[in-house]
């Protein structure tokens, strides 16, 4: 690893991770461009800016840390429940679907799907649910239930969860700010088991980069969430459904012919 990788790799994870386009199929591309090899040093990098983005939430919601909202929070648990679960029940069998074209085929899935969705949501009438308090434990594990297929490569766990919110009858702002707290508990966890299995490889050798990587990693993110957030309050996720289909056609071109 060297400055100019860690840095490409870190823009890239704090630009998709908590957009609906699946920041692991970019992850691999970029990866694979870079020439990396996958192996303990890049998994214990991975750690680091998976950390970063999950502090960038924190800082942004931080008024929602607090035991008045623990409604909130109980209902950001429920969604992770499923998720947690299917996880640790079949992790070896999602592992193995970390293929190129099951990524790709991911893509281009949910770019239709989110294209039809802001179809029919836009004729139909407007939501109620317009603020996070107003969820119900119920949508909360509806939520969930569509997190479980981010389990999926490509398939995006924003994407996922921001899905499963609109057709749970949350505002389109609503479930992207309840997407970006569901997150915590997921990439804490996935965070968690990734640093005790690979926490000899936090080598001083490598502490610089890793500290500028979480920097830059935080900063990314924290701009692009603060964006995202300004855009959907005007604009629909139509362009993000249409950027993952050229995308997925792109990787299944790319794997194809290399």
């Known amino acids: 690893m060297n400055l100019f990788s860690v840095m490409i790799l870190s823009l890239v994870e704090g630009v998709t991770e908590f957009l609906p386009i699946s920041s692991t199929g970019h992850m691999i591309v970029v990866s694979s461009f870079l020439k990396m090899v996958q192996g303990e040093n890049l998994k214990a990098f991975e750690v680091i800016i998976q950390l970063a983005a999950i502090l960038a939430i924190v800082v942004i919601y931080r008024d929602k840390i607090s035991f008045k909202k623990l409604s909130l929070w109980l209902k950001v648990l429920v969604a992770f ?17 970390f293929l190129i074209p099951v990524v790709a085929t991911m893509f281009i899935i949910g770019g239709v799907a989110f294209i039809v969705l802001e179809y029919f949501y836009s004729r139909r009438p407007a939501p109620k649910v317009k603020v996070m308090d107003q969820i119900s434990y119920w949508q909360a594990l509806k939520v969930g239930l569509w997190q479980v297929l981010a389990l999926v490569p490509g398939t995006s766990r924003s994407g996922a969860t921001i899905f499963g919110g609109m057709v749970s009858g949350l505002s389109r702002q609503t479930a992207v700010e309840f997407s970006f ?50 855009y959907v309050k005007k604009y629909n996720l139509t362009p993000f459904g249409w950027y993952r289909i050229l995308f997925g056609i792109f990787l299944l071109i790319w794997f194809l012919t290399k």
């Open 81 to 97: 429940v499923p998720v947690g679960l299917i996880g640790f029940l079949f992790a070896h069998f999602i592992k193995s679907l």
């Open 181 to 230: 707290l569901t997150a915590l508990p997921v990439m804490l966890a996935a965070a968690g088991f990734d640093f005790l299995k690979h926490y000899q490889s936090f080598s001083s050798h490598y502490f610089s980069l890793l500290l500028f990587s979480f920097v830059l990693t935080f900063i990314v993110a924290f701009v692009t969430v603060r964006l995202f957030l300004r």
